[in-house]
């Protein structure tokens, strides 16, 4: 993805904090990911937060410039980059309405409305509607979702904030993006496809305006809503069906589904090419949810 460069942008991100009770227990956790796993982050207090964003609200108790993660401008071209890529190596992208997964032959068969699909090896890896195929073959693994909200704003202030800040204490974050400044909320628990409910970006919207008044107004006609596809274990789903050869499950990534997603797929590819995993497959064979 040579040519994707210019969707990244380095310096990581600040995580603020309200509550000192909160940024000493994070600073205690910080330590231990510096001592073993080699994270690098500095710490700011109010000044130094208000020296990195202009604007933004006085008197926090201090915050974390978490130094390496890259962020990604605009998840929806990075996508595309991804199935260019793809494409250049001879791959097709073919969308059709799947209703019926079923084994036929030494295969399995793909059903939609009018069209079908054959083939010896299938990789379901469709997120939070995986189990939707599944449950056609009497496999129904634990999986729930967290939903999550997005919004677009045009900030007010002269320059947006450089980087991506996680408000620790409210739960939510601000991004600057090609779009505009994005605000994502926590978690919502809510059935799959129930109806989109305003609360949770409301409350993050009233949080985020106290902590960078300068936010602005809404961008986009309505919000996003993302179903995040967990398990029960919080481990995504690799490797090989548990009820028939041939097929092959990877999804269930929480909200890592980005960074996780080009891991899994190299372990998924060794599992089916018979080599030499990189790690351990078992924590996340789905044979763990057989039932």
């Known amino acids: 993805l040579a040519g994707a460069t210019h969707l990244f942008r380095p310096g990581g991100y600040l995580q ?8 000493e227990a994070e600073l205690e956790a910080a330590r231990y990911k510096e001592e073993h796993f080699g994270v690098e982050y500095t710490v700011l207090d109010d000044a130094g937060l208000q020296a990195r964003v202009p604007g933004l609200q006085a008197g926090l108790a201090g915050g ?5 993660p890259l962020a990604v401008l605009d998840p929806h071209a990075l996508t595309l980059a991804y ?3 793809f494409l250049a190596q001879g791959g097709e992208f073919r969308t059709f309405a799947a209703t019926a997964l079923e084994a036929e032959g030494q295969g399995w068969c ?16 469709l997120g939070a509607w995986t189990p939707d195929l599944t449950k056609g073959l009497g496999w129904h693994p634990s999986v729930f979702v967290k939903r999550g909200y997005h919004m677009h704003y045009a900030p007010t202030a002269p320059a947006e904030p450089a980087m991506a800040l996680l408000d620790a204490d409210a739960g939510y974050v601000l991004a600057p993006m090609r ?5 994502t909320t926590g978690a919502e628990f809510a059935p799959r496809d129930a109806p989109a409910s305003p609360i949770a970006l409301d409350r993050a919207e ?15 006609p309505a919000p996003w809503l993302g179903q995040r596809p967990c398990t029960a274990d919080m481990l995504p789903i690799v490797g090989p069906f548990p009820r028939g050869s041939g097929l092959w499950l990877n999804f269930g990534h929480c909200h890592q589904g980005l960074t996780l997603g080009p891991t899994t797929g190299r372990l998924l590819a060794q599992l ?16 763990r949810f057989s039932r």
Do not use: N
Request: no cysteine.
């Open 16 to 23: 603020v904090h309200r509550h000192r009770h909160s940024l």
């Open 64 to 68: 974390i410039h978490w130094q390496q």
């Open 83 to 85: 199935l260019d890529y």
């Open 110 to 125: 793909l059903r939609g409305a009018r069209e079908r699909l054959t083939a010896a090896h299938v990789i379901l890896t």
């Open 179 to 183: 779009q505009g400044l994005r605000l």
């Open 206 to 220: 009233t949080a985020a305006r106290r902590l960078y008044p300068a936010l602005g107004a809404r961008l986009d």
């Open 272 to 287: 089916m090419g018979g080599e030499a995993p990189f790690t351990d497959p078992t924590p996340y064979a789905p044979a």
